[in-house]
C-alpha cells in the first residue's frame, strides 16, 4: 500500500477500534440496568438490538478492508464470501433497528389528533414488533433469492480464475439494485418520521406561543433531542449508502475503495456515539466512566 492507503487504513482501524466500544458501551450499561430493573424499556430494547447489528456492520466492513488488504488469493476469496454474509445481515438489522427506534421516537413523543394515529400511538409495543417481523421476512427473501446461490457459487468454483473475475459483479454489496431497493424502504420511512416530528413540533411551539408560554417546556426538548437523534441518523445513512455504491464502482485495490469503507464506517460509530449523548443514562455512565479513568 501506499502513503493514502496506509493513512486511510489508520483512520478506518481507529473507527473500528471507537465504534466497538460505543457500541460495547452501550450494550453493557443496558444489561446493567436490565438487571437492576428486572425489566428493560422499548426504547432500551431497540437501542441494544441496533448497536449488536452496528458491531457486526463494523466487523463485516472490516473483513471487506482486509480482503483489499490481503494478498491470499484464497484467504481473499474466503474472506469476501464471509464478509459479504455478514454485511448482509448486519446491513439490513442495522438500517430497520434505525428505523424502528425513528417510529418509535415519533409515536412516543409526536401529538397529532388523527384517530389512525392516537390508535397506532397506543399499539406502540404491537407496531414495533409487526415492522420486526416484517422486516425479518424481507430479509430471508433477500437473502435467499441473492446471496445463498452466489456464495455458494463462490465456495465451489474459487478456483476458477474466470469465474472470480466475473464475481466481482455482486460480491459484497455490489448488487447495488438490490442495495438500492432494500436501504430506499427504511430511508424513507425515517425521514417520514422525521418531517413528522418537525410538524409536530411546529404545532406544539404555536400552541406554547398562543398560549404566552416559553420555548423550553418539556416537550419542546424531547422533540429536539430526538430530532437531532434522527437527523445525524439519515445523515449518516445516506453517506453510508453513498459510500457503499462507490466502493461498489472501484476495484478492490483502487484508493478510493478504500477510501470509501474508511468514509461509511463513520455511519455505526458515529451514530453510536450520538445516541449515547443524547440519551440521559448514556451519557451520565459515560461521564462516571471518565471521571474514574481519571481518578
Given at each position: 500500500m501506499n502513503l493514502l492507503g496506509w493513512t486511510v487504513s489508520i483512520i478506518f482501524m481507529t473507527e473500528f477500534?471507537?465504534?466497538n466500544c460505543a457500541n460495547i458501551f452501550i450494550i453493557i450499561v443496558n444489561a446493567i440496568?436490565?438487571?437492576k430493573r428486572r425489566k428493560i424499556s422499548s426504547a432500551d430494547r431497540i437501542i441494544t438490538a441496533l448497536v449488536i447489528s452496528r458491531i457486526g456492520l463494523l466487523w463485516a466492513m472490516s473483513m471487506t478492508w482486509l480482503s483489499a488488504v490481503c494478498t491470499a488469493n484464497t484467504c481473499h476469496v474466503q474472506i469476501r464470501v464471509l464478509s459479504h454474509v455478514t454485511w448482509a445481515v448486519s446491513n439490513h438489522f442495522s438500517n430497520w433497528f434505525g428505523t424502528m427506534l425513528s417510529i418509535f421516537y415519533l409515536l412516543k413523543i409526536a401529538n397529532f389528533y388523527n384517530p389512525l394515529f392516537l390508535h397506532l400511538k397506543r399499539k406502540t409495543e404491537n407496531v414495533i414488533l409487526v415492522i420486526f417481523f416484517g422486516n425479518f421476512l424481507l430479509f430471508v427473501w433477500c437473502l435467499g433469492v441473492v446471496n445463498i446461490s452466489k456464495i455458494a457459487l463462490v465456495i465451489n468454483y474459487e478456483g476458477n480464475v474466470t469465474l472470480k473475475n466475473n464475481l466481482k459483479?455482486?460480491?459484497?454489496p455490489a448488487n447495488i439494485h438490490l442495495f438500492g431497493l432494500i436501504n430506499t424502504i427504511p430511508f424513507c420511512i425515517s425521514l417520514t418520521c422525521v418531517l413528522l416530528l418537525i410538524?409536530?413540533?411546529g404545532k406544539h411551539l404555536r400552541i406554547m406561543k398562543f398560549h404566552c408560554k416559553g420555548c423550553q417546556d418539556p416537550s419542546t426538548m424531547v422533540h429536539i433531542k430526538a430530532l437531532q437523534a434522527l437527523i445525524s441518523f439519515l445523515l449518516l445513512y445516506a453517506t453510508y449508502s453513498l459510500?457503499?455504491?462507490m466502493s461498489s464502482w472501484?476495484?478492490?485495490k483502487a484508493p478510493v475503495f478504500l477510501l470509501s469503507i474508511a468514509i461509511?464506517?463513520?455511519y455505526p460509530t458515529g451514530h453510536s456515539i450520538i445516541l449515547i449523548w443524547g440519551n440521559q443514562k448514556l451519557k451520565?455512565?459515560?461521564l462516571l466512566c471518565l471521571k474514574q479513568v481519571r481518578c
Amino acid at each position: 500500500m501506499n502513503l493514502l492507503g496506509w493513512t486511510v487504513s489508520i483512520i478506518f482501524m481507529t473507527e473500528f477500534l471507537l465504534g466497538n466500544c460505543a457500541n460495547i458501551f452501550i450494550i453493557i450499561v443496558n444489561a446493567i440496568d436490565c438487571v437492576k430493573r428486572r425489566k428493560i424499556s422499548s426504547a432500551d430494547r431497540i437501542i441494544t438490538a441496533l448497536v449488536i447489528s452496528r458491531i457486526g456492520l463494523l466487523w463485516a466492513m472490516s473483513m471487506t478492508w482486509l480482503s483489499a488488504v490481503c494478498t491470499a488469493n484464497t484467504c481473499h476469496v474466503q474472506i469476501r464470501v464471509l464478509s459479504h454474509v455478514t454485511w448482509a445481515v448486519s446491513n439490513h438489522f442495522s438500517n430497520w433497528f434505525g428505523t424502528m427506534l425513528s417510529i418509535f421516537y415519533l409515536l412516543k413523543i409526536a401529538n397529532f389528533y388523527n384517530p389512525l394515529f392516537l390508535h397506532l400511538k397506543r399499539k406502540t409495543e404491537n407496531v414495533i414488533l409487526v415492522i420486526f417481523f416484517g422486516n425479518f421476512l424481507l430479509f430471508v427473501w433477500c437473502l435467499g433469492v441473492v446471496n445463498i446461490s452466489k456464495i455458494a457459487l463462490v465456495i465451489n468454483y474459487e478456483g476458477n480464475v474466470t469465474l472470480k473475475n466475473n464475481l466481482k459483479d455482486f460480491i459484497g454489496p455490489a448488487n447495488i439494485h438490490l442495495f438500492g431497493l432494500i436501504n430506499t424502504i427504511p430511508f424513507c420511512i425515517s425521514l417520514t418520521c422525521v418531517l413528522l416530528l418537525i410538524y409536530s413540533l411546529g404545532k406544539h411551539l404555536r400552541i406554547m406561543k398562543f398560549h404566552c408560554k416559553g420555548c423550553q417546556d418539556p416537550s419542546t426538548m424531547v422533540h429536539i433531542k430526538a430530532l437531532q437523534a434522527l437527523i445525524s441518523f439519515l445523515l449518516l445513512y445516506a453517506t453510508y449508502s453513498l459510500c457503499v455504491i462507490m466502493s461498489s464502482w472501484s476495484s478492490l485495490k483502487a484508493p478510493v475503495f478504500l477510501l470509501s469503507i474508511a468514509i461509511g464506517a463513520v455511519y455505526p460509530t458515529g451514530h453510536s456515539i450520538i445516541l449515547i449523548w443524547g440519551n440521559q443514562k448514556l451519557k451520565q455512565a459515560l461521564l462516571l466512566c471518565l471521571k474514574q479513568v481519571r481518578c
